[in-house]
Every structure is written in C-alpha cells, then in structure tokens.
C-alpha cells in the first residue's frame, strides 16, 4: 500500500497547495509528507511540484498526473466500497465540508453520535461559508446553504431553511426600526454582510408586494463567518440576514428582533451535494443518510 500512500499524499498535496496542511490532512507529519512525494518523484522519475521558501506549484507533469492519480483512487476507493457493502461494515475517512453555522449547529454535535453507530468511519469536517469546490477539493460530501448552479454533482435537497432580518433592541432604540426593505436604504440602516472573495456585490432581495425586489444595503462591518455578523448584531452594530436557525436562540430570549418584517427575506435553500462517482460509496451513504434527517430536524425546530 506504500504507493497508494503516496499517491494520495500527493493528491492531497495538490488539492490544498501545502505540504503541511496535507500532512495534517492525513495525520501526519510534515517531513513524512515530503518523503513521500519524494519517494512518488523517484518512482516517475520527475519532479511533480515546484517548491520554494513561499509557495509549493504542480509542475506539468504534476498537473498531468493528478487527474489520473486521483481516478485511480476514487477506483481503489469504489472497490473497497464494493466489498464493505457487501460485508455491510462501512469503514474509511469522510471529506466533508458545510457553512460555519450549519456545521457548529447541527452536524458538529451529531458526529459523536454517528461515530457511536460506524465507529469504522473517519470525518474529516471542513466548515467555511465561502462556496466550495467539491470535486476539486477532493470533498466526498458538502452541505450547501443557497442556491445551486449547474453541475455534474448528485444534489439531494434537504429543506427550505427560512430566512430573517434580525437587529437587537439597543441597535433599534438608537436608530429605530425599519419597516420594509426600501426603510433600509432610506434610512441608510447599516447592513452586516458576508462577504467572502468571490461573492457578489451587498444586495438582499426581499419579498413585496409586488414580488421580488432587491435592495442595495451597505454598512460598516463586513466577514466571512457568519456568526461574527451575528455576534456584530448582538452587539448592537446592525442589522443581519441570517437562517432562522442560526438566530433561533437569541430570538426566544429577546437578544434579537425581527426588523423590515413587511419585507421578509425568502427562504433558502438547504441541500446536500457529492461528486457522482462518490455517492453510491457505503461511507458516504450511511452519513448522508444519517445527517440528512438531523439537519431536518435542526431546521424545523428553528421555524
């Protein structure tokens, strides 16, 4: 197995762009992790990566091994699969990713449970609001809070999660409330956006009477974690979008209020994606199957 090892350390390598986030990735060390892609380069007889003090770069022939590297591991992966079914012991490590709120929530706390039921399967749990590249981040599942564009990714909806504009008591006795989306502008009502490279410019369309329509916020504080915007609103700072979920708690006790309640948010959407040739792994089945039903419930509790 000692050139499978390789092989995955070095499709991990080039999936995350660091020999020490891979090492870690894979429960190693470092200087294990360049031994082995060491041992992978010895083995072709070319250099797969361009290294410096700085930055660590596939070469050509890297790039021209990976695609090849990582079907041949998705082939291994399918295989062992195969027969775990057949022995009906799902066992391996699990790539998962899911938004902070989702994965702090919900899933993070269910994973002792479900490691209790396949205690043979391994989660490596990534959380991050930003939009994930599920295949090229070697992802064997993601939970997506939002809208979806086209792909080639199997896509199971979950639920419809509802959405609020929230601020609390100090920031509306200070500023007042808004009633509507075009209060928000008007007023010039400060806004706490995500924002994460990539995304799109700060509007949140919201439902009127005429269906529909978008407004351009803006406000003094902007990040990509979405419980520092929540915190920020706890605070007093302003006012947020957020998954009625995330801001269930503070709703009941009053921390948070609804604001622009003429002009509700719409929902989002909740689902759960994983690259085609990955859904049919056991691995990945029992903990879609597993975290589908307790994401549900999550959101229900919440509405």
Known sequence: ??????????????????????????????????????????????RLFNRTTRALNPTEHGRLFYDGARGILESIDAAEGAVMEAAQSPRGTLFVAAPLGLGRRIIAPELPRFRETYPEIDVRLRLSDRVVDVTGEGLDLAFHLGPLADSDLKVRMIADCPRVLVASPDYIALRGMPKNGAALVRDRHDCLNLRFPGASEFQWTLRTVDGPKRFEIAGPFECDDGDVLTDWALAGTGIVLKPEFEVAEHLASGALVPVATATPPYPTQLACLSPSRRHRDPKVQVFAEHMVEVCRRGVRRAS
């Open 1 to 46: 197995m000692s050139y499978v090892n390789n092989v995955r350390m070095f499709v991990r390598v080039y999936e995350l762009g660091s020999m020490s986030a891979a090492a870690r990735d894979q429960r190693t060390s470092p200087a294990v992790a360049s031994s082995r892609i060491a041992e992978l380069e010895k083995h072709l007889g070319v």
